[in-house]
């Protein structure tokens, strides 16, 4: 199957998720994943809240995405363009971009989540 085809399904299934995440609030509805670690520790993990972060995007609210998750509201921007441009890569040329990221990036997104993660469990 075409690299194409599975990027334009997955677009797809991102849009229809994106759509249903704007018409079913997180806070309202019970179908939404709960986070595992907070079932069992009452801790919140670095993704905790991100549901309802988005939704609050969603809707242009911004404070309300802070409140829920600060990391995820600004990481999400981020997130949009590579995704938008690995799309278009695989769109207009079928296939994956080469992306290459340095061993202290990735350390360095650890040790922002982790700190995020102490930070917001103190302070709750």
């Known amino acids: 199957m075409s690299r194409r085809i599975i990027t334009g399904a997955a677009?797809?299934?991102f849009a229809v998720a994106m759509v249903v995440v704007y018409n079913f609030s997180p806070?309202?509805?019970s179908f939404y994943p709960r986070c595992p670690l907070y079932a069992a520790t009452h801790l919140l993990c670095p993704g905790c809240g991100a549901t309802r972060a988005l939704y609050s995007l969603l809707h242009g609210d911004l404070r309300g995405a802070?409140?829920?998750n600060a990391l995820f509201t600004t990481l999400a921007p981020l997130f949009l363009t590579w995704l938008a441009f690995c799309c278009y890569r695989i769109m207009?040329?079928?296939r994956f971009p080469r992306?290459?990221?340095p061993r202290?990036?990735?350390a360095g997104?650890?040790?922002v989540a982790l700190v995020f993660t102490v930070t917001r469990n103190i302070a709750f």
């Open 104 to 106: 202290g990036v990735i």
């Open 11 to 13: 677009m797809g299934a």
């Open 66 to 68: 802070l409140h829920y």
């Open 92 to 94: 207009r040329y079928d």
């Open 99 to 101: 992306l290459a990221v």
């Open 109 to 111: 997104i650890a040790v």
């Open 27 to 29: 806070s309202e509805y």
